[in-house]
């Protein structure tokens, strides 16, 4: 595709439901980024994946956070038994390799 | 663990005038990525820095690395209304190092 694309774009989520979210990186990429920006703020680190070996999972908040890349092209975040300090935007990014970051529109979780 | 902290938060200017961001770190950076995100977008990369004290220029803005790896800037000279929205660095550490955006100089021009 000409860019990374994600969806949904917005998603409204009762407290302690699951949601799943997706990314689209460019065709090709081998890495693929996901951050958490919450409002006035810059993006967090989450989680990396080099095609589908996830590298780094450091900045995942916890254990409700999943994240996987099966095939090595489309990633999915999952976050179980949502909590309301979970509502952010959910950024994804892909790179060729570990150069430019493209980054997609993100994803709007609002936890209620 | 390691900031990334970036200065001003805030800065109103007059269409014309310039512009600078600082980025600092109290630990070595490893490479610095600059992005502009607009009120509602997504961030979208300007550029890279590798080097000790590396200057890269594109049009108005200059950006700058340090020469102990510890700083960076972007200068923007004679903004316009269309440099509006937030700038952040990034210490792009690579597969062995660090993911780290600084909280990000969010620009008004008043034209």
């Known amino acids: 595709g000409a860019g990374v694309s994600q969806s949904p774009r917005y998603k409204v989520a009762k407290r302690g439901q699951d949601v799943a979210l997706r990314c689209d990186p460019i065709s090709g990429h081998v890495s693929l980024f996901w951050y958490q920006q919450a409002l006035g703020q810059g993006p967090e680190f989450l989680t990396y994946?080099?095609?589908?070996?996830?590298?780094?999972k450091s900045g995942l908040p916890s254990d409700r956070f999943f994240a996987e890349r099966p095939e090595g092209s489309v990633s999915t975040l999952k976050i179980q038994r949502t909590q309301q300090e979970d509502s952010a935007v959910y950024l994804c990014?892909?790179?060729?390799?570990?150069?430019?970051?493209?980054f997609g529109p993100g994803t709007r979780l609002t936890v209620l | 663990g390691q900031q990334v902290m970036q200065i001003p938060q805030y800065q109103h200017v007059q269409e014309g005038e310039d512009f600078t961001t600082y980025c600092n770190s109290s630990t070595t950076l490893s490479n610095i990525q600059w992005y502009k995100q607009r009120p509602g977008g997504h961030p979208v990369f300007l550029i890279q820095?590798?080097?000790?004290?590396e200057v890269k220029k594109q049009k108005r803005l200059t950006f700058q690395f340090g020469e102990a790896k510890k700083n960076s800037s972007l200068h923007i000279t004679a903004t316009q209304t269309t440099d509006v929205g937030t700038y952040f660095c990034e210490d792009y550490g690579g597969s062995q190092g660090n993911l780290i955006f600084g909280k990000g100089t969010k620009l008004s021009v008043k034209p």
């Open positions: 820095l590798v080097k000790s004290g």
């Open positions: 994946f080099q095609n589908e070996a996830q590298l780094d």
């Open positions: 990014a892909s790179s060729l390799m570990w150069d430019t970051q493209y």
